[in-house]
């Protein structure tokens, strides 16, 4: 009985000192490790909505002649002086979508256009007051910075007004606003300063259909002149815009 008494008194007794040896051990719990914030990657992929001002200038190839009715030998006109260029503004809508470092996408706009043209000796004005275009657009973004083509259908028109005279009389006078149609080719530079705006500089070149007028008559007589007049022209903007 004795030997077992003994036998657990150095049981018990050799526990407690490994206990003890134990808490003086360094303790292994470590502090919680912060967790790691990832910023959003900027995506060029989105709607968008923006406004543009720039200068547009005529590149027409123009052609107008005149003459004059054996009537009265009164002469209609010579030349014409163009308005080589002027302002253009308006604004834009359009949706980019992303893959990879690929930009693809599609915009519309409608621009105002100071491309006005006058003659002499009787009066004409003519030209566009104003044009759109419907494009798509295809480029590559490194980081923040987008490089693009564009291309598509343009469209624009404005009021013809046209007067001619002899010595007494007006012989034709007439308002002519067709709208034209064509194609627009072009590329440009956008940069998103943040998530949600970005700014661009863009040029472009547009051709619609020509105008074209031949019957100026007088009131006894038949054809007295015409014109012939392309509308091309090129754009130079700056434009904002707002990605949602």
Not at 49 to 75: E, F, L, M, R, S
Not at 115 to 139: C, E, M, P
Not at 197 to 216: D, H, I, M, Q, R
């Amino acid at each position: 009985m004795k030997k077992i008494l003994l036998a657990g008194v150095a049981a018990a007794t050799m526990l407690a000192a490994g206990s003890a040896f134990a808490a003086d051990l360094p303790s292994r719990k470590y502090a919680p490790v912060a967790p790691v914030v990832v910023a959003p990657v900027f995506t060029w992929t989105g709607f968008y909505v923006g406004v543009n001002a720039g200068y547009a200038w005529n590149v027409n190839d123009n052609k107008n002649y005149y003459g004059y009715t054996p009537y009265d030998y009164a002469y209609y006109g010579y030349g014409s002086s163009s308005n080589d260029g002027g302002f253009t503004g308006g604004g834009q809508i359009g949706y980019n979508y992303q893959i990879g470092q690929f930009v693809i996408g599609a915009e519309a706009d409608i621009q105002y256009a100071d491309l006005k043209q006058k003659g002499y000796w009787g009066y004409s004005s003519s030209g566009i007051d104003w044009f759109g275009t419907v494009r798509a657009r295809a480029g590559v973004a490194i980081d923040r910075a987008l490089i693009y083509v564009t291309g598509g259908f343009a469209y624009g028109g404005g009021g013809s007004d046209r007067g001619y005279y002899g010595y007494n009389d007006w012989y034709y006078r007439g308002n002519n606003s067709d709208t034209k149609v064509g194609w627009v080719l072009g590329g440009g530079l956008e940069y998103a300063f943040t998530d949600n705006l970005t700014a661009k500089v863009e040029g472009l070149y547009v051709s619609l259909e020509k105008n074209k007028n031949n019957y100026w008559l007088d009131d006894a007589y038949g054809y007295v002149g015409g014109s012939n007049k392309r509308n091309e022209f090129g754009v130079v903007r700056v434009g904002l815009n707002y990605k949602f």
